[in-house]
């Protein structure tokens, strides 16, 4: 079984796959000052609960966008499961063709999120990640990954609105039944979640039209997708694990790398 692991932010998601099969998913704060055994203990017991013994993992893959939990994780994966990780990064083979001016700039987790998404759903798409950013990657039907947009996320957006203005109140991430609100939480509520569902659907068109492709699938991904995700909008697919078979994906791909680290 392959364990993939993707470190956000705010979350660090993490699934286990038998084949192209999940068997367990785990979602646990990202936390800078837990310790390598305080994270083996989280997945221990994470498998406990489905009867799954360390041992039975057979390889990992990591993504991060918080550099300074790598060390701590790949601690925990000698330790805990006896093993090196895969870590994304410059020089894994993907699969796809990166047209990034400079692919080390490029997160871990949007590589992961665009092999996932041509291999899944095909070219020409765009993918699309609600997380603390919002972020957008295009495709190309050759499977060439062109490039993207970053935006801020709903919840970034929500919170740098209310801690700029005294005298706009918290308000709960909640989309309101109409976009003229009576009330300032749902003006704010309205605001952030049409916003955000209007921001998706203009890039989305610009891609397409970028793309040549005006039928391109579209797929989502990420924590607060579900927030417009009954919204009648251009998101053909909703795919809530599509980083992690990104990161399945990716170990397969590199299984020899894998076996060579571990020497």
């Given at each position: 079984m392959i364990l993939t692991i993707d470190v956000g932010n705010m979350n660090i998601k993490s699934a286990l796959f038998e084949g192209e099969d999940l068997v367990k998913y785990g979602r646990f704060s990202t936390n800078i000052t837990y310790t390598s055994d305080e994270y083996g203990i989280l997945f221990t017991n994470l498998f406990a609960q489905?009867?799954?013994?360390?041992?039975?993992?057979?390889?990992?893959?990591?993504?991060?966008?918080?550099?300074?939990?790598n060390?701590?994780?790949?601690?925990?994966?000698?330790?805990?499961?006896?093993?090196?990780?895969?870590?994304?990064?410059p020089g894994i083979k993907t699969g796809i063709n990166i047209k990034y001016e400079n692919p080390r700039e490029l997160g871990s987790d949007r590589i992961a999120n665009a092999v996932a998404a041509y291999e899944v759903y095909g070219g020409p798409c765009v993918f699309i990640d609600f997380g603390t950013a919002t972020t957008f990657g295009a495709i190309d039907a050759q499977g060439c990954f062109l490039g993207g947009c970053i935006c801020p996320g709903i919840k970034l957006s929500s919170e740098a609105l209310v801690g700029s203005a005294s005298k706009l109140p918290r308000f709960e991430l909640i989309r309101p039944e109409t976009v003229i609100g009576r009330t300032t939480i749902t003006n704010l509520q309205s605001g952030v979640i049409y916003g955000?569902?209007?921001?998706?659907?203009?890039?989305?068109k610009r891609m397409r039209i970028e793309l040549n492709a005006p039928e391109a699938e579209v797929v989502?991904?990420?924590g607060l997708a579900n927030l417009i995700r009954e919204?009648?909008?251009?998101?053909?697919?909703?795919?809530?694990?599509?980083?992690?078979?990104?990161?399945?994906?990716l170990y397969n791909r590199n299984r020899k790398y894998e076996r060579k680290a571990q020497q």
């Open positions: 489905k009867g799954i013994k360390l041992s039975d993992v057979d390889g990992i893959a990591i993504s991060s966008v918080v550099p300074t939990m060390f701590t994780l790949e601690h925990m994966c000698r330790n805990y499961f006896n093993m090196l990780p895969l870590m994304i990064e955000t569902i209007g921001m998706v659907d203009y890039i989305v989502a991904t990420g919204e009648d909008c251009v998101i053909d697919h909703f795919d809530g694990l599509l980083t992690l078979k990104g990161l399945r994906i």
